[in-house]
């Protein structure tokens, strides 16, 4: 299995970014896909996840601001940020579970995970 993040970059303070995440190999027919980000001197923390029947679940603190997506025929993972932060500048990280399912923001629950693409946001 390969996950691999693409779509990060710089974007000033109220803008958009949509991060893409292709997966490959990746055949559960039940699981659980999420955004996970790191701040320097910061633990990774979820930010998004979806499972195969389509549920959501956000962190509180990009709620009403990010939408999780996937696009099965594509085996793509999207995450769209609008209203973006200073405090949303991070590392951020696409991962996938080991045919669980569960719904969860938790990094422990993922198995598999890509190397990372960087958001910055800042004027």
């Known amino acids: 299995v390969q996950v691999e993040e693409s779509g990060g970059g710089l974007v000033q303070p109220g803008g958009s970014l949509r991060l893409s995440c292709a997966a490959s190999?990746?055949?559960?027919?039940?699981?659980?896909m999420g955004w996970f980000r790191q701040a320097p001197g910061k633990e990774r923390a979820g930010v998004a996840a979806?499972?195969?029947?389509?549920?959501?679940r956000y962190a509180d603190s990009v709620k009403g601001r990010f939408t999780i997506s996937q696009d099965l025929a594509k085996n793509t993972l999207y995450l769209q940020m609008n209203s973006l932060k200073p405090e949303d500048t991070a590392m951020y990280y696409c991962?996938?579970?080991?045919?669980?399912?569960?719904?969860?923001?938790?990094?422990?629950?993922?198995?598999?995970w890509g190397q990372g693409t960087q958001v910055t946001v800042s004027s």
């Open positions: 190999g990746y055949t559960y027919s039940r699981y659980c």
């Open positions: 979806i499972d195969s029947d389509g549920n959501r």
């Open positions: 991962a996938a579970d080991a045919g669980a399912g569960w719904l969860s923001l938790h990094p422990a629950e993922f198995a598999y």
